[in-house]
């Protein structure tokens, strides 16, 4: 009996001890981190390319975000500078958080679109569907040339009922190109949405 006091007593200090060591401060909950990447991916919209050549001030600073920064070399052997839908997605993200103690995990290559479809999915069209997409989730648009995830953006809003989603992408245009010249926000078809992930 004595051992098993003893047993017992140690267990609950040291859960008293590994409470007291992770105790962590009081962080704002999930729809208050959701709501300021909202601010922060809205903020952009209506930025355009300078030239629409994936080129620009604010197209540098999202590539930069994914370690990628447009070159004059690659813009004179392409006649354009890189694709960012999936850079913009990299900064609103790293943006929204960077004086915060929320760590979120930006997959690796997050300048390629596909990267973000790697892990956290919640929606493959047609297939699964293990929760409502909703706000700041990640989508992905699928291209048939290239056979692949080839455009990706944010959920602003997916209403239940109705056949649209309410999006903000870069790289866009007015009619929903992946090779735009800037931010929109966008009125897209569900049908049209291959795969959605959460990362927040």
């Given at each position: 009996?004595g051992?098993t006091?003893t047993?017992f007593?140690?267990?609950?200090?040291?859960?008293?001890?590994?409470?007291?060591?992770y105790?962590?401060?009081i962080?704002k909950?999930k729809?208050?981190?959701i709501?300021?990447?909202?601010l922060?991916y809205?903020?952009?919209?209506?930025?355009r390319e300078?030239?629409?050549r994936n080129d620009g001030?604010?197209?540098?600073?999202y590539?930069?975000?994914?370690?990628?920064?447009n070159?004059k070399?690659?813009?004179?052997k392409?006649?354009?500078g890189?694709a960012w839908?999936a850079?913009?997605?990299?900064w609103s993200l790293?943006?929204?958080?960077?004086d915060?103690?929320?760590?979120?995990?930006?997959?690796?290559?997050?300048?390629?679109?596909?990267?973000?479809?790697t892990?956290?999915?919640i929606?493959?069209?047609?297939?699964?569907?293990?929760?409502k997409?909703?706000?700041?989730d990640?989508i992905g648009i699928?291209?048939p040339t290239e056979?692949?995830?080839?455009?990706v953006?944010?959920v602003?809003a997916?209403?239940d009922?109705?056949?649209?989603?309410?999006t903000?992408?870069g790289?866009?245009?007015?009619?929903?190109?992946?090779e735009?010249?800037g931010?929109?926000?966008?009125?897209?078809?569900?049908?049209?949405?291959h795969?959605?992930?959460?990362?927040?």
């Open positions: 009996m051992k006091k047993l007593g140690l267990v609950c200090l040291l859960l008293v001890g590994l409470t007291i060591g105790a962590s401060p962080t909950d729809k208050d981190l709501e300021k990447v909202a922060t809205s903020s952009q919209i209506g930025v300078l030239t629409n001030e604010k197209i540098d600073m590539l930069a975000s994914t370690g990628l920064v070159n070399a690659y813009r004179a392409t006649g354009k890189y839908c850079a913009f997605v990299t790293k943006e929204s958080f960077k915060t103690d929320y760590q979120i995990k930006i997959p690796s290559g997050s300048a390629w679109a596909p990267s973000w479809f892990a956290n999915v929606y493959i069209k047609g297939k699964l569907n293990k929760v997409p909703d706000k700041t990640v699928w291209s056979k692949r995830i080839g455009h953006g944010f602003d997916w209403p009922d109705g056949d649209y989603v309410i903000v992408e790289n866009t245009n007015a009619a929903g190109s992946r735009g010249d931010v929109y926000r966008k009125r897209r078809l569900k049908a049209n949405i795969k959605v992930s959460r990362w927040i």
